[in-house]
């Protein structure tokens, strides 16, 4: 076998490295000695470095849609780390480059064009991230999760691969997911996923019902770092987390609905699982709306409930959670039609193709 190298990149939130993660082991498996380019204090350095991976720091400026005075620094940090990535990528010799972008990536995709080594970017979303936007001109091919993003990828560079998935997330044990919890009472399981950093609205609204839901859930709720309430924390049926990595397979394995953000990794990674969920996507206030998007597919698709994040109230949250849980069998019934499955194997294979 050859030997090979692939150098990947992606950051500033966990949703830019856990693909990159799922594809790894399958990496490896045809030959590639894989490598990473990310920032010095990205979330992305932790979740690599804890993986024995070679891990390769550049400067990046953050890209912003919105006025900030830091908008007239960060393009000269951008500019900085285009060439610190030119000399990395110019030693490394990588036969191709994976982007899962976040803004790192940007930089990583313009040296490694300068350096005729052809790049695959991996889009999650409906709509291409600004990083993504910016990196595209410079890419070989785009993967992408949904199939409405076809349409905006121009150049015939858009493959239709879904979303890679990590192998492990299917060995979780139910079994194991209760015991974590120590629950007692046999009832159905309900988890709140609020993203990697956790939601305030999502938490607060589930705190407020929380006497009305717990008469009939069990409840997991991952609410994010500093977001535990110690005031719950003697309610044997309510089992809270600040952040989840090796059990997190069995909680979910465990979990019979979920309430969820719209990232586009998640959601994939439910409907891999076939679990129904409740989706609260991302105000656009505060983001560019690709959460709604997503939402929205998933919604007409038949796999999940939406409610707007600002529409989200105690009342309105319990009767779509109700809905979904007394309608289990319609959800599931779409669910298990999907054609959606796994990215990996599709992705490794344009990987594969397109490597120098």
């Known amino acids: ?40 204090n990205g979330i992305e350095k932790k979740i690599i470095c804890d993986e024995n991976i070679k891990y390769n720091i550049i400067s990046s400026g953050k890209l912003r849609r919105y006025f900030d005075l830091k908008n007239f620094s960060d393009p000269f940090k951008v500019l900085k780390g285009v060439f610190e990535a030119l000399k990395i990528i110019r030693k ?129 709720h991952i609410c994010g770092k500093g977001n535990i309430a110690n005031n719950l924390l003697e309610i044997k049926r309510y089992k809270q987390f600040e952040y989840v990595k090796d059990e997190l397979t069995h909680l979910m394995a465990a979990a019979d609905i979920f309430i969820s953000r719209a990232g586009a990794n998640v959601i994939f990674e439910l409907l891999a699982l076939k679990k129904p969920s409740v989706l609260i996507p991302l105000s656009a206030k505060a983001s560019r709306g690709d959460q709604i998007l997503n939402a929205e597919s998933f919604r007409k698709s038949g796999f999940s409930e939406v409610i707007q994040e600002e529409e989200l109230n105690p009342n309105v949250l319990y009767n779509k959670l109700n809905y979904v849980f007394e309608n289990k069998s319609l959800f599931m019934e779409k669910i298990n039609k999907s054609s959606s499955n796994n990215g990996v194997e599709n992705v490794l294979k344009v990987i594969q193709d397109c490597t120098k």
């Open 92 to 220: 490394e010799k990588p036969n191709i480059v994976f982007s899962k972008g976040g803004f790192v990536s940007v930089p990583v995709v313009i040296g490694a064009y300068l350096n005729r080594v052809p790049v695959i970017i991996h889009e999650s979303d409906i709509t291409p991230g600004l990083a993504n936007k910016i990196s595209i001109p410079f890419a070989t091919k785009v993967c992408v999760t949904f199939p409405e993003s076809l349409k905006h990828i121009k150049g015939n560079k858009a493959i239709l691969t879904g979303t890679p998935i990590r192998e492990e997330l299917f060995k979780g044990s139910k079994i194991k997911g209760k015991l974590i919890c120590a629950f007692e009472e046999e009832k159905p399981i309900l988890m709140i996923i609020g993203g990697s950093l956790g939601s305030k609205i999502i938490n607060d609204t589930v705190r407020e019902m929380l006497d009305k839901l717990l008469i009939k859930y069990n409840i997991i």
């Open 1 to 40: 076998m050859r030997n090979l190298k692939i150098i990947m990149t992606g950051g500033g939130s966990a949703g830019h490295v856990t693909p990159n993660l799922a594809l790894i082991p399958g990496l490896k498996r045809l030959g590639y000695e894989v490598e990473y380019i990310g920032t010095e």
